[in-house]
């Protein structure tokens, strides 16, 4: 009998990439799986010709041999294809588990402990400079008084006689063996028949833990600090989990970050503008002197060098940007008045009429509208 080309079989294109393979596999099996087409032959035979498609395709070495030689590259003993065989699903147990709930399956023993999250908010003098920072978290630890076996002093567990230690219970169903959560025993393989008081057989217990977190310079809002071991213990034995320190800056009431850049926006008096001179500003870390030439334009920038935040890795600082805009004083003295008034007097006045050139030549802007309505 002919053989349906692997690709077709999946419905990918031959370019197909491994997660597209992946994905199309996951698609078969969610619609062609046994236990949701009960009796149904068809389906079943289906459902094999995919996991044996992809048996072949999700193989890099396979899939070569398949792609230059066809089906003869990765036909079994006898002249057949790779063949079915259903501890092939161990190896899909990452595609099906959440859908079917079977595979491989964990065997039980020790797993790794939870992460946590701790979200931290400083000050932006703390995010320039650094800090430390000691916060409380409550975390589940390892129970001292039975050291995580669960049971009480002078007792021990014992394995599960049903699932012989292993946690999990494994059933043919049809073509498949499926593997499923032991629940004499809550996956553990073990069994305890006398339970630590103090930790009730859980072998782990509540409590708040105090954690100095260290702040580097130059954290910025929304990074994350990382503390390796910090988070909760894990059980049976198994490794703890990790601390994120999530940082959150409050924002400063002059100064604005982008990146390791610092921006100020400063108003001159009009006559140092026009005129020139020097004024400090106060900068995060310490006063600048800033100098501004004779006849600079309101809104322009003047950059400070390595004046900026720190780098958070360690490596040089941003700028720190200095932008003067005129300051005009919304009340005068009348003495004020006069010399403003007189000031204006001996400078040049331009007038700029506004034009558009079109049909009507230069004629300015004003008076063409005056002409459409009359």
Known sequence: MSRRDYYEVLGVERRADEQ???????KQALKYHPDRNAGDKEAEERFKEAAEAYAVLGD?????RYDRFG????????????????DIFADFSDILGDFFGFGGGRRAGPSRGADLRYDLEISFEESFAGTESTIQIPREETCETCQGTR??????????????????????????????????CGATGQIVRNPCPSCRGTGRVARDRRVTVRIPAGIDDGQRLRLHGEG????????????????HVRPHPVFRREEDDLFIEVPVPYPTMAMGGSFKVEGPAGPLTVDVSAGTPSGSVITFRSKGMPSVTGRGRGSFHVRVVV????????????????????????????????????????????????
């Not at 890099?60 to 070569?64: D, H, L």
């Not at 089906?71 to 259903?86: E, L, M």
């Not at 049971?151 to 499923?180: D, H, N």
């Open 20 to 26: 597209e393979i992946k994905s199309a596999y996951r």
């Open 60 to 64: 890099g070495e396979k899939r070569a």
């Open 71 to 86: 089906h003869a590259g990765v036909q079994g003993t006898g002249g057949q294809g790779p063949g079915f065989n259903a």
């Open 151 to 184: 049971a009480a002093k002078g007792s021990s567990a014992e394995t599960c006689p049903q699932c012989r230690g292993t946690g999990q219970l494994r059933f043919q169903q049809g073509f498949l063996v499926v593997a499923r959560p032991c629940g004499q």
């Open 232 to 247: 909760e213990h894990g059980a049976v034995g198994g490794p703890t989990g990790d601390l994120y320190v999530v940082i």
């Open 327 to 374: 300051d005009v004083p919304k009340k005068l003295s009348k003495d004020q008045k006069k010399l403003v008034t007189e000031l204006g007097h001996t400078m040049p006045v331009e007038t700029i009429e506004a034009t558009t050139p079109d049909a009507d030549g230069d004629k300015p802007f004003f008076e063409k509208v005056k002409d459409l309505f009359g």
